[in-house]
């Protein structure tokens, strides 16, 4: 059985800094492409960034590139987003998934399971 558990947001001003995490169970981790999606109140989830499951490949969207970074530890089933100069508009809940193919990673609409997601609020 598939699990997905987010951790790691919180409250933080514009410009500052968070650190998700997404502990993975219940499939073969590093057979796996990990994505990070958002989704903001009153707004389709959306696709954050991407790592290949031996960390090569990164694909990172155009709105966060350059502020977040996507990693993952295989040893530990666990993917990480490195947020730094975090904006009011990233305020969203997070959530991490796992992918078989690269193609799919950029569509919500091609996973079926979700976890609960961390919400991370921007705001002074």
């Known amino acids: 059985q598939v699990q997905l558990v987010e951790s790691g947001g919180g409250l933080v001003q514009p410009g500052g800094s968070l650190r998700l995490s997404c502990a993975a169970s219940g499939f073969t981790f590093n057979e796996y492409h990990m994505v990070w999606f958002r989704q903001a109140p009153g707004k389709e989830r959306e696709f954050v960034a991407a790592i290949g499951n031996f960390g090569i490949s990164l694909r990172h969207d155009k709105s966060v590139k350059g502020r977040f970074t996507i990693s993952r530890d295989n040893a530990k089933k666990t993917v990480y987003l490195e947020m730094n100069s975090l904006q009011p508009e990233d305020t969203a809940t997070y959530f991490c998934?796992?992918?078989?193919?690269?193609?799919?990673?950029?569509?919500?609409?091609?996973?079926?399971?979700w976890g609960q997601g961390t919400q991370v609020t921007v705001s002074s």
């Open positions: 998934n796992a992918a078989r193919r690269w193609s799919e990673i950029a569509t919500a609409k091609n996973f079926e399971t």
